[in-house]
T-cell receptor, first 113, second 112 residues
Framework: GENVEQHPSTLSVQEGDSAVIKCTYS??????FPWYKQELGKGPQLIID?????GEKKDQRIAVTLNKTAKHFSLHITETQPEDSAVYFC????????????FGKGTKLSVKP | SQTIHQWPATLVQPVGSPLSLECTVE??????LYWYRQAAGRGLQLLFY??????ISSEVPQNLSASRPQDRQFILSSKKLLLSDSGFYLC???????????FGQGTRLTVV
């Protein structure tokens, strides 16, 4: 089955700097890769996703890149702000599978003002 | 618009007591429904998912069970809680054939 590895587990940056979180997946059949942001005591919120027919997707300060050959994808946050502080999860899933998002273990991002 | 409701937000239960967590989705029909558990410092582990009324798939063997008595209602239960059942439980939904999953606000369960 699918296995998703996420690094780093914690990340601390200064406000205004960029943050990069990386994930690798094992199942080459996976073709959907979302990123979730979870604030303390709340459920995860989808912030961006990418499908395997796209190499990069950008939404304002957030971008995701996908390398299918290497089976890894990354989240890039530019011009970080204190409100970006949260736990970020990557996930992978096969198109058409009834399941099931397989999640990484999360990255706790702290943005210091 | 679609919304997902999950309650209670927090729950403290003694070992051996029963459990019932409820999740409902509004604004859509025939959704896929999911229960996840998030242990402290760990990722989200899928416990159960359902593609329709009465259809439940279990991903991991455990002390918990799930039921879907109505199209947009998903219930997580246990007859006798264990200390190891403590965690943050999340309900989620997705449209049939869609890949995006949307999460509820979660229930923090502490078994004492």
């Amino acid at each position: 089955g699918e296995n998703v590895e996420q690094h780093p587990s914690t990340l601390s940056v200064q406000e205004g700097d960029s943050a990069v979180i990386k994930c690798t997946y094992s199942d080459s059949a996976s073709n959907y890769f979302p990123w979730y942001k979870q604030e303390l005591g709340k459920g995860p919120q989808l912030i961006i996703d990418i499908r395997s027919n796209v190499g990069e997707k950008k939404d304002q300060r957030i971008a995701v890149t996908l390398n299918k050959t290497a089976k890894h994808f990354s989240l890039h946050i530019t011009e970080t702000q204190p409100e970006d502080s949260a736990v970020y999860f990557c996930a992978a899933r096969k198109w058409g599978s009834q399941g099931n998002l397989i999640f990484g273990k999360g990255t706790k991002l702290s943005v210091k003002p | 618009s679609q919304t997902i409701h999950q309650w209670p937000a927090t729950l403290v239960q003694p070992v051996g007591s029963p459990l019932s967590l409820e999740c409902t989705v509004e604004g859509t029909s025939n959704p896929n429904l999911y229960w996840y558990r998030q242990a402290a410092g760990r990722g989200l582990q899928l416990l159960f998912y359902s593609v329709g009324i009465g259809q439940i798939s279990s991903e991991v063997p455990q002390n918990l069970s799930a039921s879907r008595p109505q199209d947009r209602q998903f219930i997580l239960s246990s007859k006798k809680l264990l200390l190891s059942d403590s965690g943050f439980y999340l309900c989620a939904w997705s449209r049939q054939g869609s890949t995006e999953a949307f999460f509820g606000q979660g229930t923090r369960l502490t078994v004492v």
